[in-house]
């Protein structure tokens, strides 16, 4: 496979279409719109990126043995594969949104896609509801953002 050319021809393809609902009566603006559309106005250039490095933290289960964290985040937030269950190594960047949670201080997590944002929000939520069970709280929130709409769990405690 040629990555160029299946490139080149999509750009063509989405050009067509874009040209073909595009009906212009004035020929100035109508050829002023077809050159910026052949000049490449309506896709990015191509882009590769490197992902970053994070500052690697403490694991969910330090976390548990420091009392951070309720015993059963352990359990939950841990990689589950084919044999036991390893301890889930936080970033820094999560393990610093936990503790500014649970200061319950207003706080605001930027970082690129694929760092863990979710999750950063998750344990707290879920480490929340567990050192709360008995007030018999739910927490609804989503796991995944899907074309079709958002996926949601609900976690409820008793």
């Not at 896709?43 to 590769?48: F, G, S, T, V």
């Not at 694991?59 to 964290?69: C, G, P």
């Not at 953002?145 to 405690?157: A, C, F, N």
């Amino acid at each position: 496979m040629d990555a160029f050319r299946l490139r080149k021809e999509l750009i063509d393809e989405y050009a067509f279409y874009v040209s073909s609902f595009v009906s212009i009566n004035d020929s100035r603006i109508s050829r002023q719109v077809l050159e910026s559309i052949n000049g490449g106005a309506l896709w990015a250039d191509p882009l590769i990126q490197l992902n970053p490095q994070f500052e690697p933290g403490h694991t969910v289960d330090e976390l548990v043995r420091s009392k951070t964290l309720h015993p059963e985040c352990a359990r939950i937030f841990a990689h589950k594969g084919s044999g036991q269950p390893t301890p889930l190594r936080l970033h820094k960047h999560q393990e610093q949104a936990i503790q500014a949670a649970q200061s319950r201080v207003n706080y605001v997590l930027t970082t690129g896609t694929g760092s863990g944002k979710s999750l950063a929000f998750f344990i707290p939520i879920v480490d929340s509801v567990l050192k709360n069970r008995e007030a018999g709280k739910g927490v609804s929130f989503p796991i995944k953002s899907t074309p079709e709409g958002d996926t949601s769990r609900v976690i409820l405690s008793r």
